[in-house]
């Protein structure tokens, strides 16, 4: 079945600066990519997501990339703000049904 | 519109006993997924649910079942709850496109503690 692989699982970044967070997926047949935010104490919320028909996809602050051919799709958060603090999981669907497999997340911490 | 809402919140058993976990979804959505979380772990998929019946079910054993009602709430149940079984249910609703993936949307969820 499919696995999910992310990297790194904590980091820590200056206000301003950018951060990246990269996932790998194992199953071929996986063609859909969400990533969620999950704030202390609350629900996972959709940030972004990105279909296997497209390479990369934006939304102010936030991208999404993916590599097919190498099984791989990261975020990137530019000029970061504290209010980015958070744990990010990158999720990838399962070949049959509306079912997700979740990577273990990233804690990243914005420094003010 | 209101989004997805589960009940309890909060929940306390012991060892051995029975739980039942409640989920409404978001308004328009018909299928519903379970979601265990561990401490500091990603969700894992417990089962799906989808025109009253279970369409699929991750590896979870059978002490772990539910229900989906013709108003697409659902619940979860537990029986012969073990320490391990504590985690946050997350319940996650999504309409079914029949071609493609949609977002899930995630309850606030319940947390479960076993003692």
């Known amino acids: 079945g499919e696995n999910v692989e992310q990297h790194p699982s904590t980091l820590s970044v200056q206000e301003g600066d950018s951060a990246v967070i990269k996932c790998t997926y194992s199953d071929s047949a996986s063609n859909y990519f969400p990533w969620y935010k999950q704030e202390l104490g609350k629900r996972p919320q959709l940030i972004i997501d990105?279909?296997?028909?497209?390479g990369e996809k934006k939304d102010q602050r936030i991208a999404v990339t993916l590599n097919k051919t190498a099984k791989h799709f990261s975020l990137h958060i530019t000029e970061t703000q504290p209010e980015d603090s958070a744990v990010y999981f990158c999720?990838?669907?399962?070949?049959?049904?509306?079912?997700?497999?979740f990577g273990p997340g990233t804690r990243l911490s914005v420094l003010p | 519109d209101a989004g997805v809402t589960q009940s309890p919140t909060h929940l306390i058993k012991t060892r051995g006993q029975q739980v039942t976990l409640r989920c409404s979804p978001k308004?328009?959505?018909?299928?519903v997924s379970w979601y265990q979380q561990a401490l500091g772990q990603g969700p894992q998929f417990i089962f799906q649910y989808y025109e009253e019946e279970e369409r699929q079910r991750g590896n979870f054993p059978d002490r772990f079942s539910g229900h989906q009602f013709p108003n697409y709430s659902s619940e979860l149940n537990v029986n012969a709850l073990l320490l391990g079984d504590s985690a946050l249910y997350l319940c996650a609703s999504s309409l079914d496109t029949g071609d493609y993936n949609s977002p899930l949307h995630f309850g606030n969820g319940t947390r479960l503690t076993v003692t």
């Open positions: 308004s328009g959505h018909d299928t």
């Open positions: 999720a990838a669907s399962t070949p049959y049904g509306q079912n997700f497999v």
């Open positions: 990105i279909r296997s028909n497209v």
